[in-house]
């Protein structure tokens, strides 16, 4: 087994941005973070490389020992030149070219990932998808993404954007999402969408468990409310819950016939409800996917949990020198 290496991951979100110092073996040796809310990238990115450099000299390793860097970040972004277009909730981000930045600053070579590409290779290399060839992740918090690996390789696409399961229309008739189609996925079960689709409807019913559980307060409906409503039994609720239930099923029942999957792992509504969510959807994927495909995959919640956006980044950086044949994956080094 090769001798394990120094690796930095920065995992590019909205509101912070999480540094994660991490080894070629999966061990996490430190972490902190960044506030990205509302803040402008020529502010934020010397305050990265600041939190990078602390982070390395408060764990005594020493910059030279550092191998490389990984970036997971929102889209849209230019793969190829590393380039930040203009996420959808980090609006000044225009136009950054934080690869480069990064790699000039730490003196290192960085790689450049979207973050669910990220999250599905941190899954994939030290999580649930272990000694897998074929695995996708989930994305299911505020929109739907996902991480796919097809024949031990991350599935991109031609132009990058491989991985958008979130926007495959599930009924034309359906509601519409901020993307601008109608009845896709994420318009369905994304938890924005479900929240704003609960507030419209709920804002003049006060009397409502959701509107109770939000502490009355309409903007404050979430996926939280939703779930205490339903875990009280309010017909309501429990509707709107099994009918996101339905359509995360029929929504990966597609996914099982088109890539064969042997592992679904899910991120955070299944991680946090837990079999609230995870027994009525295992139930009913079954119609909407062949039992050839179905009896070989196993939908599974993430085993890195919450710490899924720490071993991004360095999944980023670690595939990138696997598909160079500079590194070899976990189980190929036995």
């Keep these: 087994m090769e001798k394990?290496?120094?690796?930095?991951?920065?995992?590019?979100?909205?509101?912070?941005?999480?540094?994660?110092?991490?080894?070629?073996?999966?061990?996490?040796?430190?972490?902190?973070?960044?506030?990205?809310?509302?803040?402008?990238?020529?502010?934020?990115?010397?305050?990265?490389?600041?939190?990078?450099?602390?982070?390395?000299a408060d764990t005594g390793i020493a910059e030279s020992d550092l191998r490389a860097i990984g970036i997971g970040s929102p889209s849209p972004m230019d793969f190829?030149?590393?380039?930040?277009?203009?996420?959808?909730?980090?609006?000044?981000?225009?136009?950054?070219?934080?690869?480069?930045?990064?790699?000039?600053?730490?003196?290192?070579e960085a790689f450049f990932d979207n973050d669910a590409n990220a999250a599905g290779l941190a899954e994939w290399i030290f999580g649930a998808g272990q000694n897998t060839q074929n695995m996708?992740?989930?994305?299911?918090?505020?929109g739907?993404?996902?991480?796919?690996?097809?024949?031990?390789?991350l599935l991109r696409g031609k132009e990058n954007y491989g991985g958008e399961v979130g926007h495959m229309v599930l009924d034309v008739n359906g509601p519409v999402c901020n993307c601008g189609l109608r009845g896709d996925y994420e318009a369905f079960c994304g938890g924005k969408a479900i929240a704003q689709r609960l507030q419209e409807e709920l804002k003049d019913k006060?009397?409502?468990?959701?509107?109770?559980?939000?502490?009355?307060?309409?903007?404050?409906?979430?996926?939280?409310?939703?779930?205490?409503?339903?875990?009280?039994?309010?017909?309501?609720?429990?509707?709107?819950?099994?009918?996101?239930?339905?359509?995360?099923?029929?929504?990966?029942?597609m996914l099982m016939n088109i890539f064969n999957p042997e592992i679904i792992a899910l991120g955070t509504i299944a991680l946090r409800t837990g079999d609230l969510f995870m027994k009525p959807l295992l139930e009913r994927v079954g119609k909407y996917s062949w039992k050839q495909m179905n009896s070989v995959c196993s939908i599974v919640t993430s085993k890195l949990d919450t710490k899924i956006g720490e071993y991004s980044g360095v999944a980023v950086a670690l595939y990138s020198l696997y598909e160079r044949g500079d590194w070899q994956l976990p189980w190929e080094q036995k």
């Design 4 to 56: 394990p290496f120094y690796v930095l991951g920065f995992d590019i979100g909205g509101t912070k941005i999480a540094i994660c110092l991490g080894t070629s073996d999966g061990k996490l040796i430190g972490s902190t973070r960044v506030g990205n809310q509302d803040r402008d990238p020529a502010e934020v990115l010397p305050e990265l490389v600041a939190a990078g450099k602390k982070l390395l």
């Design 80 to 108: 190829e030149k590393g380039i930040i277009l203009g996420p959808f909730n980090m609006k000044l981000w225009k136009h950054v070219a934080i690869r480069d930045y990064l790699a000039e600053a730490f003196g290192v």
């Design 136 to 142: 996708l992740y989930l994305t299911m918090s505020t």
């Design 144 to 153: 739907i993404g996902a991480g796919i690996i097809a024949n031990g390789r």
């Design 206 to 253: 006060p009397e409502s468990a959701i509107m109770r559980a939000a502490g009355g307060d309409v903007e404050k409906i979430d996926m939280r409310a939703l779930e205490i409503a339903v875990r009280e039994g309010d017909e309501y609720a429990c509707k709107v819950w099994d009918d996101m239930i339905e359509r995360n099923a029929q929504a990966m029942g």
